[in-house]
Nanobody, 116 residues
Framework: QVQLVESGGGVVQAGGSLRLSCAAS????????MDWFRQAPGKEREFVAR????????YYASSVKGRFTISRDNAKNTLYLQMNSLKPEDTAVYYC?????????WGQGTQVTVSS
């Protein structure tokens, strides 16, 4: 099992940047595929980005591709999401998720608010 804690959210003006972090407990972080999701008020949680274990390949939702970058530092047990050129529609609670062996583990989320 892994426990996840997100941080780095806040209020930023449109066009600005934020970097989110997701700190994982335990010594097996490198064996988990990791995702970022987000949930805006009144909307369903949606996929944002993915980074795999092993070859560390990445995949992005079309709405964030070219603006967001997902990365991981296995030595620090930390997942990151660099968000650039932020838009008001990026406003949401952002969650990280760890996946392995059919099990999913979620963090508590961090709020990102982009003002116009």
């Amino acid at each position: 099992q892994v426990q996840l804690v997100e941080s780095g959210g806040g209020v930023v003006q449109a066009g600005g940047s934020l970097r989110l972090s997701c700190a994982a407990s335990g010594r097996t972080f490198s064996s988990y595929d990791m995702d970022w999701f987000r949930q805006a008020p009144g909307k369903e949680r949606e996929f944002v980005a993915r980074i795999s274990t092993g070859d560390v390949s990445t995949y992005y939702a079309s709405s964030v591709k070219g603006r967001f970058t997902i990365s991981r530092d296995n030595a620090k047990n930390t997942l990151y999401l660099q968000m650039n050129s932020l838009k008001p529609e990026d406003t949401a609670v952002y969650y990280c998720r760890a996946r392995r062996g059919g099990y999913n583990y979620w963090g508590q989320g961090t709020q990102v608010t982009v003002s116009s």
